[in-house]
């Protein structure tokens, strides 16, 4: 059954971090791209980082590259968002997700091709 579980939001100031936890279950780790995205009130979901669980590859969006990394532990089937210097603009409602099938690289940070989604957890930066 595909599960997946956040953990890790909460509350920090500008500057601080936070690292989020996304438990896969068997049948949604190891398939293809994992990853997070983020939502926040009135925006689109948008696409922040993401792992091929079957190799190494990552991808990242540009307003988090050098501030977010995205690590796995496969033996977990957990999937890691390191989030440093953070800013306010990174509030969002954070959800984890897995694809079911390859995807081209214009195509890995695109909510619409992710078939398994967490139920999200909140991170909230204030200035």
């Known amino acids: 059954q595909a599960q997946l579980l956040e953990s890790g939001g909460g509350s920090v100031q500008a500057g601080g971090s936070l690292r989020l936890s996304c438990a896969a279950g068997s049948y949604t780790y190891g398939r293809y791209w994992m990853g997070w995205f983020r939502q926040a009130p009135g925006k689109e979901r948008e696409g922040v980082a993401v792992i091929y669980t079957a190799g190494v590859s990552a991808h990242y969006a540009d307003d988090v590259k050098g501030r977010f990394t995205i690590s796995q532990d496969r033996a977990k089937r957990t999937v890691y968002l390191q989030m440093n210097s953070l800013k306010p603009e990174d509030t969002a409602m954070y959800y984890c997700?897995?694809?079911?099938?390859?995807?081209?690289?214009?195509?890995?940070?695109?909510?619409?091709?992710?078939?398994?989604w967490g139920q999200g957890t909140q991170v909230t930066v204030s200035s």
């Open positions: 997700a897995g694809s079911n099938f390859y995807l081209a690289n214009a195509r890995r940070l695109n909510p619409d091709d992710y078939s398994y």
